[in-house]
């Protein structure tokens, strides 16, 4: 490939990231904290339908943000409710929440949009000319919409208030340890609500991202399974936001070239191709899976302390 491609790939591949990463941020504060939430592609397709449905009827793309996260926040506290206070199982709720999320955005936009990809809005470019002009960097950083700079800003912002900061010390240790933190006078359950809900605020913010970033529509279970390769690059980045970030920026850029390879013509079926980032995430899980937080998944019962 020559340079304008491989520019070219890389701009693709940061773009492709961004819903990726944002959801992953959402994860680190919910699993952190000890609660598992496979409910995250619920959030997020919610979030992107959400998205369009505000931007088609209000023409306003701040307003459209602002209504994906708090459905993919109100997803979250349903979750919070069924396993943070009436300790459900984590999976089977998260499922559930998938499963309600798909169900209602499919039967919602048949109701809204009787005439297929309705297009709407996409985020703008705000850069300046002169940054969009740069070499290299031009292209692949500053000539991307507004929310790739946010999901690209959004780790280390999360890194420094989960490693620096009290309220980040107390999440983390309500993860390994939540007795403890409660004899500390702490409420282990504000805390997980808190930390489950910005785990589907998160994913409901990569919802708005998948949807007005270059496409400007919605389309059915347009999510795809995507929110479950966060997962995998959780495990990889061990819970630490910048490091989960960059798994995330190399599965965009895994996608984004087995699309390229499709383009050109490879020799490749390009079922196989379509398999690549799926791969990747396998790969991940067998090689590169760090020590989870010590309560992961399990509820929290403070009579048997």
Not at 175 to 202: C, D, K, Q, T, W
Not at 287 to 296: C, D, E, I, N, Q
Request: glycine content about 10%; hydrophobic content about 55%.
């Amino acid at each position: 490939m020559d340079m304008n491609s491989i520019i070219s790939w890389l701009q693709a591949g940061v773009r492709m990231a961004t819903p990726l990463i944002l959801v992953s941020i959402g994860l680190v504060y919910t699993e952190l904290s000890g609660v598992s939430f496979v409910g995250i592609e619920g959030s997020m397709l919610a979030g992107a339908f959400t998205s369009v449905a505000v931007a088609l009827f209000t023409g306003n793309l701040v307003l459209a943000v602002i209504a994906a996260m708090m459905a993919g926040g109100l997803l979250a506290l349903i979750h919070a409710y069924v396993t943070v206070s009436r300790r459900a199982g984590q999976i089977a709720s998260g499922i559930g929440i998938n499963l309600l999320s798909l169900g209602a955005t499919n039967f919602a936009f048949a109701r809204l949009f009787p005439e297929q990809r309705v297009r709407v809005a996409r985020f703008p470019i705000l850069s300046p000319p002169a940054l969009r002009n740069m070499p290299f960097l031009g292209p692949v950083i500053f000539a991307q919409p507004i929310i790739v700079w946010i999901a690209l800003i959004l780790p280390l912002v999360s890194a420094w208030i989960l490693y620096r900061t009290s309220w980040g010390l107390n999440i983390r240790a309500v993860g390994e340890n939540p007795h403890a933190v409660a004899s500390a006078g702490l409420s282990v359950f504000r805390l997980r609500y808190i930390a489950v809900i910005l785990g589907g605020v998160f994913p409901g913010l990569a919802g708005s991202a998948l949807t007005l970033i270059a496409l400007g529509y919605f389309a059915p279970n347009i999510t795809k399974g995507m929110a479950w390769i966060v997962l995998a690059a959780d495990n990889a980045g061990r819970w630490n936001p910048i490091m989960v970030a960059v798994a995330c920026l190399l599965f965009g850029l895994t996608d984004a070239l087995q699309l390229r390879f499709q383009t050109f013509g490879s020799v490749i079926p390009y079922q196989f191709l379509l398999m690549a980032p799926y791969l990747l995430t396998l790969i991940i899980l067998f090689g590169f899976t760090g020590a989870v937080p010590k309560t992961l998944g399990k509820p929290y019962e403070p009579e048997k302390y």
